[in-house]
């Protein structure tokens, strides 16, 4: 356990899950002196419950600032990739090779082509993607079971291992100087002169800014610093398999194969509050799915399974907001926090350390709801 | 070696472990047979970590087996059957290929 | 049997879950008594139904002793469904299970959940060649299959070990060596409790009876700080380092581990049920009331699921759990209640004593050398365990998602206590600060296609 040898930073980040991670990574990178403050091993944590997918299609086709937004994360991800791997740890398992939407009736097909269409029309050719048929998706996946009707896919999408990413962030952030406290979760923050004062179960602490990425607790932060987020739970269950001979050549929204061999299933959306019992109707449809998705995976085990909830603002997209009653404070939530971890490190912690928030994410704002 | 305490009785079953035939008693546990015929290594985690059965009682996945085509058996937890094909399994685990 | 409802489901057919179905079924209450295994027994009684014609006389009389306890419930009228795995239990009380390939959910007003303990994981250099078996599984084997191996050396503590080398000493097999790791520091801390195992004398005279039949049949080592188990296909031989310095090396191709067993707790925690860091156990165990009710109202723990008590304490909790229940289902048994709570109380006075002696020293808690592997299913080994918790993993689940360990398909249940502890050394956090994997269903690996098998009506 390292020992805290000093109380001020030049930001301390509230929550340790991808959002700060990333944004610590991001600052210390820049040699800014950073404080991660996490609460206990057994919080909410939507971290831990990630998919892994580095995704772009669908993403903001109805809302072209986070179309743009994560498409420069995408590209941005090799970068990362590339840093982090001198962290050391196992490796990332990034592939960038694309990714599929499997589609189980002609509904579902036609659905995701409006989608996609709509997306592709305001990205002025940087979005690309194809709808496949049963017999062009057949020569990707040739397992496919006879309900799949076709797929969408997008060269730009991708997936990585979520845990190991957080491992290489953590340790990345450490080697730059950075310092991390768990179960240290942020009860207080108010003004000390010039500064920003932190009250944690381990003592208080003060920096020049204040990043709150603390998932859904940021609700209950965000008025701390004169910010508002609105944010719900909304649950997401997930089955992992045992480890398989490589299977899947490219990952697709609901299954994906990692680097180690098991097959990750998912998924639901589900409105029941900050509940994450996992539901055995629930995972028996995602088996069900899968199932229908690639026949051949019947006798497979499924070794694991969980419940974790989404961060979701009013519209499912980002929020992003720096406080004007308390220069300095900045409120971050999304759902995406892999996707979005390379445009957190480098961009999003580029305009936490210099000037502010750009006008990039200005549609981001919190405000937007209160039209 | 493993061997027998009490005298052997019971009809004769016949079973392969990876092409050897062997040779069990009707209502054996198929890691007692096979551990009875010298068996001990049933599978491989990794290339070069050969795993055999452990605790006997199904909660440390460690004697993992084919068993007629179907992976992850655990072969403590199953009995034997005249003509069982039982295979070691090698890392990594395998459900056969899917894709193919 | 899916979607049927009973008044109580008894999950384990071990002496606790046999006698909890004896008085229920007694009271007249619809019972049913699922079972992961073929036959009744759970592990301490393990075929003892079918060892009753050739009645081997070395299993010992604290194996026959469960003669008639098996019986009575083969013949006691609950519905018995064995090789049935329960996977889950919901917060609303349904108990999904599976069997021969299907999932169904069946929902009871009472669980007895008496699905027993494991064997502390044991943690040595070579551990996982073949040929390396817990004493738990040469015991089964003995029980099961008659079988047993030649030229064996044991190693560890405890009381299942030395049973274990007795009854194969009785059963006429050579035992090679026993490499008892108990040391003067544990007999120190649990002599002052040695008058409350008086109250067990039959206990202590059928211990000190397997010690001597050891003594006088094997060659048993002492005051050992470090063993290694050598070998590159299979187990070969053990490498045995004495406090001394000196080191002896022993051939052998069937090595068996043993230190203590521990509550079984992945279905309990998974269940989301209340636990406790058990001190003087060393060990997590469910958060229960004298009469087994857990921190849920409609569920009960019976056995050594609940603590470590020994076959005839969990026989005695199963009757306590059970008739809790009948009281509660209107057929109060004032006076058996208290006779079973007196019972249980005499056949836990022994704890205090077998507790303290046979906790094995850190030093075979944890891992010795760095290619020791710490977690069998994913094979990470201590120097990895050492590397996450250097990249900052400060807790279980953290470091589990650093590393991977605890993933596999035993969650944890080989490695979990070993990787607490190695977290606690390293943060200097207590045992019960530092927590546990956070267990989630399937409490057993279950296939895709049983689970896409489960068909509803779901309730809401």
């Known amino acids: 356990m390292t020992e805290i040898i000093k109380s001020n930073f030049d930001a301390i980040i509230a929550g340790g899950g991808l959002i700060g991670l990333s944004i610590g990574y991001g600052l210390s990178r820049r040699g800014l002196s950073v404080l991660l403050l996490d609460a206990e091993d057994t919080a909410l944590r939507a971290a831990r419950g990630n998919f892994g997918l580095v995704w772009v299609q669908g993403k903001g086709a109805y809302f072209p600032p986070y179309a743009d937004w994560t498409m420069r994360s995408s590209e941005l991800w090799p970068k990362l990739a590339g840093e982090l791997l001198e962290t050391g740890g196992p490796a990332l398992g990034l592939h960038q090779e694309g990714g599929l939407s499997i589609c189980l009736s002609e509904a579902e097909m036609q659905q995701r082509y409006e989608k996609l269409d709509h997306l592709r029309a305001h990205q002025n050719g940087r979005f690309q993607f194809e709808m496949l048929d049963r ?12 309900k799949v009707v076709g797929a969408a896919y997008c060269p730009h999408d991708g997936h990585v291992n979520p845990l190991y990413l957080m491992r290489a962030l953590q340790t990345g952030l450490t080697r730059h100087g950075g310092v991390c406290l768990t179960n240290a979760a942020v009860r207080r923050i108010d003004k000390k002169g010039n500064s920003i004062r932190v009250g944690t179960a381990k003592g208080d602490f003060e920096c020049q800014r204040i990043v709150l990425a603390a998932g859904l607790a940021n609700a209950e932060l965000a008025p701390m610093v004169g910010l508002q987020q609105s944010l719900k739970p909304q649950k997401g269950q997930i089955i992992v398999t045992e480890k398989l001979d490589q299977q899947m050549a490219l990952p697709s929204l609901l ?20 509940e994450t019992s996992v539901r055995p109707d629930i995972v028996s449809g995602i088996a069900d799915r899968a ?21 979701m603002s009013k519209d ?32 999003l912690a580029g305009y936490i350390a210099e000037a502010g928030l750009g006008q990039e994410l200005d549609g981001f704002s919190q405000r937007r709801f209160n039209v | 070696m493993f061997k027998s305490t009490m005298p052997e009785k019971g009809r004769i079953v016949h079973l392969q472990f990876d092409g050897e035939a062997i040779t069990a008693f009707d209502g054996d546990n198929l890691a007692a047979a096979l551990l009875r015929s010298g068996k001990v290594k049933f599978r491989t985690a990794a290339k070069n970590d050969p ?15 084919k068993i007629d085509g179907r992976p992850n058996q655990q072969a403590c937890q199953i009995t034997v059957h005249d003509g069982m094909i039982v295979q070691r399994q090698n890392a990594p685990d395998s459900a056969g290929k899917v894709s193919g | 049997m899916a979607n049927q409802h009973f008044q109580i489901a008894i999950i384990g057919a071990g002496p606790a879950g046999m006698a909890a179905a004896l008085t229920t079924t007694k009271a007249g209450l619809e019972t049913i008594v699922i079972d992961d295994q073929k036959g009744s027994g759970g592990q301490v009684y393990r075929n003892l139904l079918a060892n009753q014609e050739a009645s081997p006389a070395y299993l010992g009389k604290s194996y026959y002793d469960g003669t008639e306890l098996a019986q009575s419930f083969a013949n006691c009228g609950a519905v018995y469904q064995p090789d049935c795995t329960v996977w889950q239990i919901t917060n609303t009380h349904e108990i999904a299970l599976v069997s021969r390939g299907k999932a169904e959910l069946i929902t009871a007003d009472y669980i007895i959940i008496a699905t027993g303990a494991i064997e502390r994981p044991m943690p040595v250099k070579g551990w996982t060649l073949p040929g390396v078996m817990s004493v738990g599984g040469a015991q089964t084997l003995l029980k099961q299959a008659a079988l047993g191996a030649d030229d064996a050396v044991f190693v560890g503590s405890g009381p299942l070990l030395y049973l274990t080398a ?8 050579a035992v090679r060596a026993v490499i008892d790791i108990t040391g003067g520091k544990q007999w120190r801390s649990a002599i002052p409790y040695a008058p409350l195992a008086l109250l067990q004398p039959d206990m202590l005279v059928m211990g000190r009876e397997w010690l001597g039949d050891i003594r006088r049949n094997t060659e048993v080592i002492t005051k050992v700080s470090a063993i290694e188990i050598i070998g590159q296909s299979q187990a070969q031989g053990v490498s045995c380092t004495l406090s001394s310095g000196d080191k002896i090396d022993i051939d052998a191709n069937h090595i068996f581990l043993h230190q203590g067993v521990v509550p079984n ?61 009948v009281a509660r289902c209107g057929k109060p048994r004032f006076l058996a209640q208290l006779y079973y709570k007196l019972r249980h109380l005499h056949y836990l006075s022994i704890r205090p004593f077998l507790d303290r002696l046979y906790l094995p020293s850190a030093d075979f808690r944890l891992a010795q050398t760095d290619e020791t592997i710490i977690c069998r299913c994913e094979a990470v080994s201590k120097a990895g365990v050492n590397a996450a918790l250097a990249s900052g993993a400060s807790g279980p689940n953290q470091l589990k998602a650093f590393c991977r360990a605890g993933m596999g398909r035993c969650q944890g249940r080989g490695c979990g206590l070993v990787v607490q502890e190695m977290i606690a050394s390293h943060t200097g956090q207590s045992m019960a600060e530092t927590g546990y994997y956070r267990l989630r269903p399937p409490v057993k690996p279950i296939t895709l296609a049983a689970l896409a098998s489960l068909e509803g009506p779901w309730p809401d």
């Not at chain 1, 057949?138 to 079971?145: D, H, S």
């Not at chain 1, 194969?257 to 900050?274: N, V, W």
């Not at chain 3, 470590?308 to 229940?325: C, D, F, N, P, Y």
Request: hydrophobic share 45%; proline share 4%.
């Open chain 3, 265 to 325: 707790v992945n279905l309990t925690m998974a269940t989301g049920l209340a636990h406790q860091w058990d001190h003087q156990a060393h060990c997590w165990r469910p958060v229960i009331d004298v009469t087994g009710k857990s921190s849920d109202e409609q569920i009960y723990i019976a056995g050594d699921g609940g603590g470590i008590g020994g076959a005839k304490a969990a026989a005695i909790a199963g009757r306590l759990a059970a008739s809790a229940i």
């Open chain 1, 135 to 146: 017999s062009a998706l057949k020569e990707i996946m040739p397992g496919i079971g006879p």
């Open chain 2, 51 to 65: 795993r055999g059965p452990y605790c006997m009682m199904g909660v440390c996945f460690e004697c993992l087996v």
């Open chain 3, 166 to 173: 007795w009854q194969y000493i009785k059963a006429g097999l």
């Open chain 1, 291 to 311: 199932l229908a998705t690639l026949p051949a995976l019947a006798d497979v085990g499924v070794v694991r399974s969980w419940a974790a909830l989404r961060v």
């Open chain 1, 316 to 347: 499912g997209y980002p929020i992003y907001d720096q406080s004007e009653a308390m220069p300095g404070a900045f409120a971050i939530s999304c759902h995406s926090g892999v996707t979005l971890s390379a445009a957190h490190a480098f961009d």
């Open chain 1, 255 to 274: 299954l994906r194969q990692t680097d180690e061999g098991g097959l990750m299933i998912g998924d639901s959306h589900e409105d029941t509050g900050f």
